[in-house]
């Protein structure tokens, strides 16, 4: 791949010499690379065996929260969009930094800020990716009939496919879908969500800024992110007071805050196994019995 990165430069405009090439940690599903030339320094991506928009629906989910001058993304200078087994490339902006004592605290504010973008309708007009499971999208008025249909039923179905999906579970699945809207408000904003927003997925840049990265982009219901950066330990708590010194919950969010917890322990469930199946039932159980 270090042969693709070089040509890659080129392309781009930077014929200049390269100082130093490495992999760096961060590539569960991409191989991933610090390269610095004469020029500048950059954070690249490679993968093969993907799907021709894989880079390029990531480059436009950066570009739309780059679009709301809240929070700081990486600059997308090139992407691939590889058919046929090719290798293809992200090449991006190096981000560096040390958080300072208010980051996280800037982060709450400037998610909380992104969220207030809003669209007319839910979801997304390009399917995308959650790790390398595919997320079928459409744009949609009822955010409701996008999360049943377009995120938890494509898990559920794949799940059954897996083998995960023992009969109670099954069943009790089945009935949630049917009774989501028991919990889920039927009107609700369409916010700009970063998609997969985790401690991993975002970086402290040169001055302590936060920057987001690895955007899974769509527009639904805030708490839905929310809920997503509670699943694994949770952001520290001046995250959450400053989002909510910007941007206050409504009363219902702990009743729908597991709901939104859900889809992102079945897609665990479906790339790593049964070791998150006890999550999914506990859950289930809480809503069906």
């Known amino acids: 791949m270090e042969q693709q990165i070089r040509k890659k430069l080129e392309l ?37 065996n993907v799907p021709p928009h894989f880079f390029r629906v990531e480059a ?17 200078l090139d992407y691939d969009e590889p058919e046929n087994g090719e290798v293809g490339l992200l090449v991006m902006d190096w981000i560096s930094g040390s958080p300072s004592q208010t980051t996280t605290e800037q982060l709450g504010r400037k998610v909380a800020a992104m969220h207030g973008h809003q669209n007319t309708q839910h979801g997304f007009e390009d399917e995308t990716f959650i790790g390398a499971l595919p997320q079928p999208n459409g744009l949609f008025d009822s955010w409701l009939t996008y999360y049943r249909e377009h995120r938890l039923q ?37 916010s700009l969500l970063h ?7 975002w970086l402290p840049g040169p001055e ?13 219901d805030r708490l839905f992110e929310l809920a997503f950066t509670e699943v694994f330990g949770g952001f520290p708590d001046d995250f959450y007071n400053a989002y909510e010194e910007l941007s206050p919950l409504p009363d219902y969010y702990p009743e729908v805050k597991p709901l939104y917890q859900l889809y992102y322990l079945l897609v665990h469930l479906n790339m790593f196994g049964e070791a998150y199946g006890h999550s999914v039932d506990r859950i289930l159980s809480k809503y069906i019995g």
């Open 12 to 48: 781009i405009g930077d014929s200049s010499n390269v100082q130093a090439l490495r992999q760096v940690s961060g590539g569960d599903i991409n191989k991933t690379y610090y390269v610095r030339t004469e020029e500048r320094e950059y954070f690249i991506k490679g993968n093969q």
């Open 60 to 76: 436009k989910g950066l570009l739309y929260i780059k679009e709301t001058k809240t929070v700081p993304v990486p600059d997308v």
């Open 154 to 190: 494509p898990q559920f179905h794949t799940a059954v496919t897996n083998g995960r999906m023992p009969e109670t579970r099954r069943k009790q699945m089945a009935a949630l879908l049917d009774r989501l809207d028991d919990w889920i408000p039927s009107t609700i904003p369409a």
């Open 195 to 201: 998609g997969d927003l985790w401690g991993g997925n």
């Open 208 to 220: 302590g800024e936060p920057f987001l990265i690895d955007p899974s982009v769509l527009y639904g």
